[in-house]
């Protein structure tokens, strides 16, 4: 539950928050998960990345999510 709660928490308000020019952030919400799916389906192209890179982004994002939570499984005593 607290994941679920933590990923809403993410894509509701933390990734809104750095994608607006208020942060300062400039061009690093183009790099977040929501931007780079929203460039695989091809939403605004004139300011997302283009739709390959979108998608090798999502990948490297599901690859470091996958080593990090194999990493915090294994480490753990699991009876």
């Known amino acids: ?3 679920l ?4 928490a993410w894509l509701l308000f933390v990734e809104n928050l750095l994608v607006g020019d208020i942060a300062g952030f400039g061009d690093v919400g183009r790099l977040l998960p929501s931007a780079a ?3 695989i389906s ?3 192209p004139n300011t997302l990345l283009a739709p390959a890179v979108g998608l090798v982004l999502l990948a490297l994002y599901a690859a470091a ?3 990090a939570s194999s ?8 009876v």
């Open 37 to 39: 799916g929203k460039a």
């Open 1 to 3: 539950m607290p994941a």
């Open 65 to 67: 999510t996958s080593v």
């Open 5 to 8: 709660v933590g990923i809403c």
């Open 42 to 44: 091809g939403q605004d």
């Open 71 to 78: 990493l915090a499984t294994s480490r753990r005593d699991v």
